[in-house]
């Protein structure tokens, strides 16, 4: 079985640029998360979805950054534009519903975004 | 959310067994227990998880206090991949996401 991929492992791009990371679940996985680890800290929450609904997005600073998951599937999080501030890996995880407390999560192995 | 907390760091000697601690003196009821570990450039992964009673699988064991306000987590031997940052998280019975705080670095050591 496939893990849960994500591309492009790394980008670098100037401040002000957008950019845009790509992520596509384990099959059948109707639970999806974005995460975002800085240097030397745990990921963070940035926005869960329930097939192709966003269920919690209070942590996506939605001034810059936006998400979507067209037909509950594969999953785009953008950044418009990027601040020195954002360098960080974003993490893309998936799990299937119903699982809740008792099942795993899925991790992808990141893209690493580098902002100069 | 409730808290845990591990120590910073560990080490350990190759094929020796490691107990990696994690203390939750605020768990509620229905929170499970859940461990991950994240390799070197890589996302974090399930380990195990459990609620009142010790859970084995292949990789570990978690062994949880009969309080419930500590845990546990039991390499039997470990190798240089065992190498990691190891987290300690409860998790609500609802469809809540995994908080992570910032976790047990543990070294291997050959």
């Known amino acids: 079985e496939a893990g849960v991929v994500q591309s492009p492992r790394y980008k670098i791009i100037e401040k002000k640029q957008p950019v845009a990371f790509w992520c596509n679940p384990i099959?059948?996985?109707?639970?999806l998360y974005w995460y975002r680890q800085n240097l030397g800290q745990g990921p963070e929450l940035l926005i869960r979805y329930e097939n192709e609904e966003a269920v919690d997005d209070s942590q996506l600073p939605k001034d810059r950054f936006s998400a979507e998951r067209l037909k509950g599937v594969d999953s785009t999080l953008k950044i418009q534009p990027a601040e020195l501030g954002d360098s960080a890996v974003y993490l893309c995880a998936s799990s299937p519903r119903g699982q809740g407390a008792t099942g795993g999560y899925t991790f992808g192995s990141g893209t690493r975004l580098t902002v100069v | 959310d409730a808290k845990t907390t591990q120590p910073n760091s560990m080490e350990s000697n190759e094929e020796e067994p490691v107990h990696l601690p994690c203390n939750h003196s605020?768990?509620?009821?229905?929170?499970?227990i859940h461990w991950y570990r994240q390799l070197p450039s890589q996302g974090p992964e399930y380990v195990i998880h459990g609620l009142t009673s010790n859970v084995n699988n292949r990789m570990a064991s978690l062994a949880i206090a009969e309080d419930r306000k500590s845990s546990t987590l039991i390499l039997h031997r470990a190798t240089l991949r065992d190498a990691a940052v190891y987290y300690c998280i409860l998790r609500y019975s609802g469809n809540t996401p995994l908080v992570f705080g910032k976790g047990t670095r543990l070294s291997v050591i050959a």
């Open positions: 605020t768990i509620s009821g229905t929170d499970y």
């Open positions: 099959s059948g996985h109707n639970t």
